[in-house]
């Protein structure tokens, strides 16, 4: 029987890092606490990140190159609403396995210019992947509205997405590391933000959103 290889003590710490930063907030956890978590000596650690900030980095990457494998329209065809119910589902997936950068954005963006730069270009690509989808929709006479409107509409989809876990934060923090309350939230956050579309979808798509969130609207209850 063949032994898997034991994973790399660089990646361990990434794996760790991201648990504690998800759980108690990056501002909360410096290298020493990793160091502790990790059994290991902070020499040992630096050998490896140079500081707090090149592990958020490294993390930032990781989480970089996931989205930007999921922002993508079909290339073979015209998306349809389907196409936006899983676009939505994975991306809020996504925001939740890296959530500490998305409730302590602000405080990141303020003191790390990489991120800064890096963000705004993820928020652009979001925006565009879904003036896409929309235009899409609008090609397919599914959903009615002029290009102003489907400019701004991608814009709302995007703030809401962007700032919605930090809106469950606000909304009961004490329940926001439980699986099952932030499952729920997470499934609020898609809901919400298709719903931003509702107005504008029109024959058998809008009754197939209708269908998708009767559906939704039963689990949460």
């Keep these: 029987m063949q032994h898997k290889a ?25 290298t020493t606490v990793i160091a502790e978590e990790m059994n290991i000596s902070p ?8 500081n707090k900030d090149d592990i958020v980095n490294s993390l930032f990457a990781q989480f970089e ?3 930007g494998r999921m922002l993508a329209v079909p290339a073979d065809r015209r998306p349809n609403i389907e196409d936006v119910w899983l676009y ?6 996504l925001v939740w396995r890296y959530r ?24 652009a690509h979001k925006t565009k992947v879904a003036q896409q989808l929309c235009q899409g929709l609008r090609s397919d006479q599914a959903l009615e509205a002029s290009d ?3 400019d701004a509409l991608a814009t709302n989809i995007v703030v809401v997405a962007t700032y919605w876990l930090s ?8 329940k926001y590391t439980e699986q099952e309350a932030m499952a729920e939230a997470l499934a609020r956050g898609c809901y919400q933000v298709l719903s931003l579309l509702g107005p504008y979808l029109r024959g058998e798509t809008h009754l197939l ?8 609207l039963k689990k949460l209850k």
């Design 209 to 216: 959103f209708e269908k998708l969130s009767e559906e939704y």
């Design 43 to 50: 020499g040992n650690l630096y050998y490896h990140f140079r």
């Design 65 to 67: 190159a996931e989205i």
């Design 100 to 123: 500490f950068f998305y409730r302590d954005l602000s405080d990141l963006l303020s003191r790390n210019r990489k991120l800064e730069l890096h963000f705004k270009q993820i928020l």
């Design 6 to 30: 034991p994973r790399r003590t660089r990646e361990r710490i990434l794996e760790l890092s991201l648990r504690l930063f998800n759980e108690f907030g990056e501002p909360n956890i410096t």
């Design 88 to 93: 939505l589902h994975l991306m809020f997936e």
């Design 167 to 174: 809106y469950e934060y606000v909304r009961n923090p004490r």
């Design 148 to 150: 102003h409107e489907i």
